[in-house]
RNA sequence: GGUGGCGUACCCAAGUGGCCUAAGGGGGCGGUCUGCAAAACCGUUAUCAUGGGUUCAAAUCCCAUCGCCACCUCCA
């Protein structure tokens, strides 16, 4: 099987080459970080997330990098509203950040390059741009000249002329197009500055990009990826600016990822519609965030609500419940548990390899799910059985899933209590005190404790 | 107005020319197990927006219509 990519770029599934045997270079954008993330930002780490994972399963040694925009309008005007120092504020928001990647068991990135880091590669980047004429100065502030790049629009499928007539772009008397866009931008009093040849001021959203991928990758990388929200305009300007200097393509695959949705409309900071990272996780496990996003088509848009997390708590339980020790030692089944298993491996490949069908993937998962209950109820043990678990428990590996138990870490010392209970409700049961016996599991239930009698004594878990 | 994408059961969703009278999950209903539950298991719950067309064969390709979304301004 070879694996194959859905390219933004060609608008359709291409089979995955890389530029290096065995080596990928992979870039994804990240926040700019001026206040608290919200799930959005959560559903693209994880998307990339899956996509390392995957690659990194099928044996490729990823470099991963992913950038903070940490100087930009936002962040300045956030910090001058709250009397802080703008720097002092983006790392806040970074530190904020790498707490909740590790929360959502996001595998770190090979690096984390931001661009008051980049400074020196930015300004040297915006220099070979002016001197290649694809740039001019004009009072401190610098401009891509989008006419002189005849590839402009390749990515998102525009043409010059056609923007020109959506007049949706402000007029500025200083540019020489208003489809020209900043690089650089001169600072005014207050505000965060770095020296330049051109003026004391502050990289333009873009470039960053192009020069941390210029620096940490190289000239050439095989996948870039951010939300379909970056296609246009921040994508494109990093075609533009960083193949007007390399004069070579610049990423061979572009993937985005599509919208986590609230309320019908995209989630964003700017729509005042978001769900925090952070909220989120104080209610609800992190795979239950990873198996909503990993449910559908990591292109498409997922709307947020509810009911979709509570589908996401039960598929979540069901997965874990499949990993629960056997209750029997027979082993008449072990063929068919070892073919089960290869079988749900086969279909999660070929699945994956179908650019990252993660939704089909689980469905193999789910039928080895179903394999392993039915063979536990049939007494099933032993070797066989616990391979095909630890397939399971492999696979969903692969996929970033966890599968701890809830509350497993942190019983707060009501575990030898609860035992207790359950002791003497089974004395209760024994004598048929049946009513005892079930106000015992109700009022534990009320409680959060959730009992499950079975032909091996009475199990208990946080429910 | 331009660009890209979407419309599959009660809900989420995979499948993009024959293995599909359509995977998986959630929910519902019926059953097995259980003292009763829970969990689990078994069964059941769809001809793929609509209308044409291409083809021996279409959810899958083409055209039209309707509806929805994203981007075109900061955004993952």
Known sequence: MTLTVYNTLTHQKEPFKTLEPGKVRLYVCGPTVYDDAHIGHAMSALVFDVVRRYLEYRGYTVQHVQNFTDVDDKIINRANAQ??????????????????????????????????????????????????????????????????????????GRNVDDMRSGTRIAPDERKDDPLDFALWKKAKPGEPAWSSPWSEGRPGWHIECSAMNLATLGTQIDIHGGGNDLIFPHHENEIAQTESVTGETFARYWMHNGMLQLRGEKMS????????????????????????????SYRAPLTYDEALVAENERKLDRLRGALKPATGSATDQETMLAAAAEQAQGRFEAAMDDDFNSAGALGALFDLVRTLNSARDAGQGGHAFERAQATLRD??????????????????????????LITTRTELRKAKQWALADTVRKELAERGVVLEDGPQGTTWHWG
């Open 395 to 420: 696979l969903a590996g692969v996929l970033g899933l966890q599968l701890v138990e809830d509350g497993e870490a942190d019983d707060h010392g009501a575990s030898p209590f609860i035992e207790l």
């Open 269 to 296: 900071k700017s729509l005042g519609n978001i769900v925090r990272i952070k909220d989120f996780l104080a209610t609800h496990q992190a795979d239950v965030l990873r198996l909503m996003v990993l449910g559908s």
């Open 83 to 156: 009397g802080r120092d703008p720097v002092a504020l983006a790392e806040q928001y970074i530190d904020a950040f790498h707490d909740h990647l590790r929360e959502l068991n996001v595998e770190p990135a090979t690096s984390y390059p931001r661009a008051t880091q980049t400074m020196d590669e930015i300004i040297a980047l915006i220099g070979a741009l002016v001197d290649r004429n694809s740039a001019y100065e004009v009072d401190g502030d610098v401009y891509f000249r989008v006419r002189n790049d005849p590839d402009y629009g390749k990515l998102s």
